[in-house]
């Protein structure tokens, strides 16, 4: 049992250690691309449960977002400066909070919207 305490409190310690050193190095790794003909502005992707601030039951898979610069039901159409594939996504949520809005993320694309524009991990996109 007491192994099994310690490998619990271990993995805890590694996996808050590695999302803390994830956000702290972003800017090094995470450079705008300078080929936008809108805004490129920081996004990550989130997955939630419950409800989203519109009311709406959160569904990972729909292509929507989090921000707290655009109003609830405002629809954007986002770009992946690296594949060039975009999605018109609809804001349902506000966010994004914590470490990542402190370290300049202003959106946060459902896994299934980042999926659809070929989005991995954390990085710029083009809001046009």
Request: aromatic letters at 8%; charged letters at 10%.
């Amino acid at each position: 049992m007491k192994i099994f305490v310690a490998a619990a409190l271990l993995s805890a310690l590694t996996l808050t250690s590695a999302e803390a050193a994830g956000w702290a190095s972003v800017h090094r790794y995470v450079k705008p691309s300078g080929n936008c003909a809108g805004s490129e502005i920081l996004a990550s992707s989130y997955s939630s449960r419950g409800r989203t601030a519109s009311g709406a039951v959160f569904n990972s898979g729909a292509l929507a977002a989090a921000a707290r610069t655009w109003p609830l039901g405002t629809r954007l159409t986002v770009m992946n400066p690296r594949t060039g594939r975009s999605a018109t996504i609809l804001i349902n949520d506000t966010g994004p909070y914590g470490i990542s809005y402190r370290m300049g993320a202003r959106l946060d694309l459902t896994t299934g919207a980042a999926r659809h524009i070929g989005m991995h991990g954390t990085q710029y996109v083009c809001v046009l």
